[in-house]
């Protein structure tokens, strides 16, 4: 059953046709998810504060309704090791149209993976897995199961990906936690199930998984047209 808070997300984001990634990552929290730590905020001096307190370097991306693609409008900038250069940051993301704020982001580490979800007319959410990073387009390694799943499912998809020998180690580096990568799978199923009546699709983009952690550091959730 969603959780009222998730509700009202979902209600006051109609108008707009999708969810702000603060409220979108504050959704898939509420769903029992591990998302990337964060802060949004229209002060820039919280925004430093917030940034040292967490410690550098930091990631930081405009919050505007106006701006879906983010990375299309340089609204995101990794890798931020200074006050100054986050303010100057912040400086710049405040002329861009509509804004909102500036989401200031820890830096998780690891191996990039893609989760997402569609809603097919037929057999309600699909979700995929698939290796991120930049050569997801070239090489387009993923796989597709039927929602919700279970434990079987989620290994049978990491096993169905080309490059499952990275998630396994490869070359000395350490494994991915299939676990926590296992357990985020499923309970991303479930909640794309719940809201298949009110969603399009979910994108979990990247997840960031190591030997420690499977961490959803962005994610857009475009919601059904009226």
Not at 192 to 198: G, H, I, M, R
Request: negative net charge; hydrophobic residues 40%.
């Amino acid at each position: 059953m969603l959780k009222e808070e998730i509700l009202d997300i979902l209600s006051t984001s109609k108008p707009l046709g999708w969810v702000l990634e603060p409220h979108a990552k504050r959704i898939l929290t509420l769903a029992g998810m591990d998302t990337s730590q964060f802060i949004w905020t229209t002060e820039v001096e919280e925004a430093v504060k917030y940034a040292r307190d967490l410690g550098y370097p930091v990631v930081a991306k405009v919050v505007s309704p106006k701006i879906l693609h983010k990375s299309d409008k340089q609204g995101v900038v990794v890798g931020i090791r200074t006050d100054e250069a986050l303010r100057e940051t912040f400086r710049r993301f405040s002329q861009m149209e509509g804004f909102a704020g500036i989401l200031v982001d820890e830096m998780v580490s690891g191996m990039e993976l893609i989760i997402g979800a569609k809603i097919d007319d037929q057999f309600g959410p699909v979700i995929l897995l698939g290796i991120g990073g930049t050569s997801v387009e070239i090489y387009k390694d993923v796989t597709l199961r039927m929602a919700p799943l279970g434990s079987k499912d989620t290994e049978s998809m990491m096993k169905c990906l080309k490059a499952h020998q990275l998630l396994e180690g490869y070359r000395g580096s350490k494994p991915v936690d299939a676990g926590k990568l296992s357990q985020l799978l499923v309970s991303f199923s479930i909640l794309a199930v719940d809201l298949q009546e009110q969603v399009e699709s979910i994108d979990l983009n990247p997840v960031m998984c190591s030997s420690t952690r499977c961490v959803v550091a962005d994610s857009r959730i475009m919601l059904k047209k009226e």
